[in-house]
């Protein structure tokens, strides 16, 4: 194709989804749920099919020197394929939030009116090596009322293509329009360029990956964005926390899946607890075979670490490896956190009521938690089915996003005649 027609192509492709997203937002509850479930079960039945494209990603992924992180987070499996059909299972069960009252009243004249949730429209989505995302997404948009275009990026294409047809071949067998999910990677960076640029088409674009990504969108775009942000996580252990939760909280906070945006990167430590909780935390994470980045008063608890520099502080890590940093106070501590966090997910372990409550009010992320692992900050866990992404901005949408999050309201107005004075 000439670029021209590719332009023509991807427009015709955009306006597939305006069309289909009008009847989506007037489709019944059941017929969304009807299609859920036939896409769980595509799903599952073609799992050979899927797992083959799946292969030649992570092929391509290791040829071309993507991260360990990125090949996880790329891989499919078939316990993990089965999860995402569960999700789906779990989405269909949901309260479908379109139709939902969130405040009304009546005035003094007699006049009725209500504000309800109504979809977005189109949802856009850009995204790397994440093919847990196309269906997520898609399951998420679609029990919401919301056609979705899906830019999975190159290292997922094949799966990503496969993973497309599958959802629009149920679809097909529930009665919806199979333009309500559209996939444009084959447009490569341009095809993403002009989703950026599409306002009138596209409602709505949601960026899931590195902080370089979310940055060009954000920046570049002129369609309205909810932000996503990367996870540069912390956990303070504070001078009562008991040995026992800061050793199995860290550790699994590291370890249990150390590639995903909840991980912690970063461990705080109360100058006054180091002695007592430094020495089975790290021992523990080493164990695990986490590479401990630590500052030069860490370090002596920890022969074999790295010496951790200034950019450690600010790196998503994505990978078995931790910084460390021995700090004198908790206000050192909030005040480490306010320079470099990227607001997502911060947790304190610790046995005084009064440090966990103050922590709960002055550190301004998406989720704060006391005594729990970072790895909660899920919509899974959360109770939403899937999730779009963590929202660590401050408009519409904080932290894991749900049903509710991909839709906005309208006021409904309902009148006997007045006329306004």
């Known amino acids: 194709m000439s670029q021209t027609l590719d332009s023509v192509a991807l427009v015709d492709r955009l306006a597939a989804a305006k069309a289909a997203s009008v009847q989506l937002a007037t489709a019944t509850t059941d017929k969304k749920n009807a299609a859920l479930l036939a896409i769980a079960t595509r799903l599952t039945s073609n799992g050979t099919r899927i797992l083959e494209a799946n292969e030649l990603d992570l092929a391509n992924g290791r040829e071309n020197g993507l991260s360990t992180g990125l090949i996880d987070r790329l891989t499919l499996t078939d316990s993990r394929l089965a999860g995402l059909a569960e999700a ?23 006049i009725k009116i209500t504000q309800v949730r109504v979809p977005f429209g189109v949802v856009g989505a850009i995204y790397e090596a994440r093919p847990n995302v196309t269906v997520d997404i898609a399951a998420l948009a679609l029990k919401s009322g919301n056609a979705v275009v899906l830019r999975g990026g190159s290292a997922a294409i094949n799966t990503n293509r496969v993973l497309v047809d599958v959802i629009r071949e149920a679809l097909g067998d529930a009665g919806l329009p199979s333009g309500s999910v559209q996939t444009i990677d084959e447009f490569g960076r341009d095809g993403a360029t002009e989703l950026m640029r599409a306002r009138g088409l596209v ?32 956990i303070v252990l504070d001078e009562s926390a008991r040995e026992d939760w800061a050793v199995d909280i860290v550790r699994n906070a590291k370890v249990q899946r150390p590639s995903v945006c909840n991980a912690v990167e970063t461990l705080l430590v109360h100058s006054a607890a180091a002695q007592r909780l430094l020495p089975p935390v790290l021992a523990a994470l080493v164990e695990a075979g986490v590479t401990v980045h630590a500052d030069d008063r860490a370090i002596r608890f920890a ?20 910084s460390v940093k021995i700090v004198d106070s908790l206000d050192e501590a909030i005040s480490h956190i306010r320079r470099y966090s990227t607001q997502h997910t911060e947790s304190i372990i610790t046995n005084d009521v ?68």
């Open 88 to 110: 789906v299972r779990e989405v269909a069960a949901l309260t479908d939030p379109v139709g939902q009252a969130v405040r009304g009243s009546a005035l003094p004249n007699g």
């Open 203 to 234: 409602d709505v674009l949601i960026p899931r990956g590195s902080a370089d990504l979310i940055r060009t969108v954000v920046t570049e775009s002129t369609v309205p964005v909810i932000e996503t942000g990367a996870g540069v996580v912390h």
């Open 354 to 421: 009064g440090n966990a409550e103050r922590f709960l009010a002055e550190v301004d992320s998406a989720v704060v938690m006391v005594n729990a692992s970072t790895r909660f900050t899920d919509g899974g866990e959360f109770g939403f089915g899937a999730e779009v992404g963590i929202s660590t901005q401050k408009l519409h949408a904080r932290g894991p996003m749900g049903l509710p999050e991909l839709t906005s309201t309208k006021w409904i107005v309902r009148g006997s005649g007045q006329i306004r004075p």
């Open 303 to 322: 022969p074999d670490a790295v010496p951790a520099t200034d950019e450690d502080w600010a790196t998503e890590h994505m990978s078995l490896d931790i």
